[in-house]
């Protein structure tokens, strides 16, 4: 019989599952989506959304269990402060799971996780000063979107032989 048992023990122990729990967290709010098997998909998307919901609440509880999931300083940080404006228009539904097909290799079913709303960047932009002697203190703030991947260019140089 299963009685009060929850999610997927994806043949790992307790520990194990955690760690694999909070490296898919945290890959996915660093690159902002993750591909993986749907399974893993499936079981990560959960603890995912709850640790949004308690960012965007921002009290001690909810920043302490979102320390608890990530153990990262950086991706904690930088998550704290971009989930109360890149999810301030939604209540629920914050993640999303796109099936991808099957691999060749072993016929796993493969997703990728990602966010549904894109990150928003404030930038601030400070007006010239006026020739007229009078300055405007007013300060205008633009929003733009950031690029979704992290990857970085890497030049190639050729070798000579002599």
Do not use: C, W
Request: hydrophobic share 35%; net charge positive; glycine share 4%.
């Amino acid at each position: 019989m299963k009685h009060s048992y929850y999610g997927k023990k994806l043949s790992r122990t307790s520990n194990e599952r955690r760690r694999l729990f909070q490296g898919l967290a945290r890959d996915l709010i660093l690159r902002g989506k993750v591909t993986t098997t749907l399974a893993k998909a499936k079981a990560v998307q959960p603890l995912v959304e709850k640790i949004i919901t308690n960012a965007k609440k921002g009290t001690n509880a909810g920043v302490n269990e979102v320390r608890k999931v990530l153990a990262d300083k950086v991706s904690v940080d930088a998550f704290l402060r971009d989930a109360k404006t890149r999810f301030a228009a939604r209540t629920s539904g914050y993640t999303r799971i796109i099936k991808l097909g099957v691999l060749r290799s072993d016929a796993s079913k493969m997703a990728t996780l990602s966010f549904v709303d894109e990150r928003v960047e404030m930038d601030v932009i400070v007006p010239k000063k006026n020739t007229t002697g009078k300055n405007d203190e007013k300060k205008q703030v633009k929003t733009k979107k950031a690029p979704v991947s992290t990857k970085t260019k890497v030049k190639k140089t050729k070798t000579v032989k002599k």
